[in-house]
């Protein structure tokens, strides 16, 4: 089969610290370590679910590989788009998991009833979807307090191995290293093609162009030093949840990426190179729906984007956004030529067709996003941090930590 290596590249590409594979080192090296570094610092994992998942060999692949896991104290499953007996059934598929796990069984009567007493507060997530989902999970694993390190990783890997979850939270886990935050990165390459196309031809580009007409922007540059800022694999220390706002929408891992650079020096933040091979389930382009797919995504990434410069103090207008588009656009193309060149030396397979037609899309949406942003530059997609939700609800965590518990118990009975 073919295999990706990156031996012998030790390349600090920005002001992140970059952690590279340079031995391929056995992962029960690795296990041994973490389960002495666990007795100081205990190591969860959060996997926010939908129920559809279950069905599929990927998350299959995943359960089994953690099954072979050692150093865990727990796991936090947070479970989407499932009535009661798809809970009972999800609690099932998971009890063989030989960690303490709990599943926070997101339209749950409790956890709902929760919700809507934080939102009469204005303190519940607007929307649901993943960053919902990743909140609650969080804010259980603070009511826990089982886990001082917590890897973060999507249910829907095919390519899953246990060294992937190894290597995310080794940075955070070990207590030689100042790090608070760890981001995975990978080659988003399969056997035949190139993928990634969002992060290749949206957000590189787009950072790149904004660069350009914005001027120099530690953000910016913050963000153009990750190999893969759209990642969904992060690890934290714990005691960073408790600041951390987290986007609802598709924005979750820039808008992360940018809460991290506000609260956090450089040297606390790492990524690391996590996977030789990497494939997950595909989003479609959706040109025809810019609320679905790729389109929603682009246009959620352009508005965090957006958002955040205008933080910064950067001002913007309807010009300055044409301005933005039509750089990212040459750009763009540039890299489609470059992506061209180093699918063929590799004999990969390049649709060049399929790709400028994104480009065409992601082009468009930029122009459509800087537009929203600012009939409503008021808008605010981060959740409140749990902080702030402590302050204003002081029980909730033991609330939340009832409701799984009771959940669980109801299920089991």
Known sequence: MWRYNREGDFHQNGVVTTLHNLTQRPVAELE?????????????????SLYSELQTPALE????????????????IGLDAA???QFRHASEYFGRLPQHWRILWQDGPRLRALDKKLAEKGLAPSQPGKGRNVWYCYGYALASRRADGIALHDCDIKTYKRDLLARLIYPIANSKFSFEFCKGYYARVTDTNIGGRVTRLLVTPLIRAMSVVC?????????DSFRYPLAGEFAIRRDVINDLRIPSDWGL?????????????????????IADRYDHKHQDLSPDDANRGLSKMSMDIAKALFRKLAIQGHSFSIDKIRTIKATYYRIALDFVEVFEADASINGLQYD???????????ASNIVTAGAEFLENP??????????????AVPNVLEDLLSAVEKDREEISA
């Open 378 to 391: 008021m808008d605010q997609p981060f959740v409140p941090a749990w902080n702030r939700v402590i302050s």
């Open 61 to 76: 692949t995943i359960v089994q590989e953690l099954r072979k896991v050692p150093y865990l104290n727990e796991i936090i």
């Open 215 to 223: 001027g120099h922007s530690k953000f910016l540059n913050f963000l």
């Open 253 to 273: 891992e820039i808008g992360v990426l940018s809460e991290m650079q506000r609260n956090y020096a450089n040297n606390r933040i790492c990524q690391v190179d």
């Open 32 to 48: 041994r370590e973490l389960i002495d570094f666990s007795r100081q610092r205990p190591l969860g994992l959060v996997l926010p």
């Open 83 to 85: 009535d009661r007996d």
């Open 352 to 362: 060049r067709h399929t790709e400028e037609q994104a480009v065409e899309l992601f």
